[in-house]
């Protein structure tokens, strides 16, 4: 099952638990993890944002024993925005048991009158956390990637799983003029995410 959070309080118990997690304020191609995971992988944005990504989500629920994970959107910023404007929040709770059809229908969830600002349509910024804190996902819309860091139990790689090379080439080049990457903008993505 899944939820939307309107409740302030646990916005501020699940955005503690967030900060655990990332540097809310940093930006890709800079360091977002706080927590020093052991290996990363890259997954297209437009994936993750799709009914198909919640079979990745449950797969990392089950191999890591998760019972929830929270999906929180740090841009347009939960408070200063949303809440502000909607009286809720552009998170969600999604606990183990979570079909594809409550993840579709949490992402497409918006406020009454602004259907432009569902998460799937209204998200710049978008991270996964786990209950475990043994993986998480960073999504930038702009880079066109969300990076995962996890620790070493999965021994598996996944067919929707990018390395940074292929991330750079295939993915994040789309999002700039003639799909030529600045070559800081790649040093620091290999530097931190391979």
């Not at 939820?3 to 191609?29: C, G, M, W």
């Not at 030529?180 to 790649?186: D, K, R």
Request: hydrophobic share 40%; aromatic share 16%; glycine share 2%.
């Amino acid at each position: 099952m899944s939820q939307i959070i309107k409740d302030t309080n646990v916005f501020e118990e699940a955005s503690h638990f967030v900060s655990k997690v990332f540097y809310n304020e940093q930006r890709l191609p800079k360091l977002v993890f706080r927590v020093p995971f052991q290996k990363t992988a890259v997954l297209d944005f437009d994936y993750a944002m799709s009914y198909h990504f919640w079979d990745e989500l449950d797969r990392l629920i089950d191999t890591f024993g998760d019972s929830y994970v929270i999906m929180a959107v740090l841009d347009p910023h939960p408070v200063d925005y949303y809440y502000n404007e909607f009286s809720r929040y552009n998170w969600c709770m999604m606990n183990k048991g979570t079909t594809a059809d409550e993840y579709w229908n949490a992402l497409n969830d918006s406020p009454i009158d602004s259907p432009a600002d569902s998460i799937v349509s209204n998200s710049e910024v978008v991270v996964w956390v786990s209950s475990s804190m043994k993986w998480a996902i960073w999504g930038e819309r702009s880079y066109g990637i969300c990076m995962l860091g996890f620790s070493d139990e999965i021994k598996d790689n996944s067919e929707s799983w990018f390395t940074m090379d292929e991330a750079i080439t295939n993915l994040v080049s789309l999002n700039f003029k003639n799909c030529i990457v600045p070559e800081e903008i790649i040093s620091k993505l290999m530097k931190f995410y391979t």
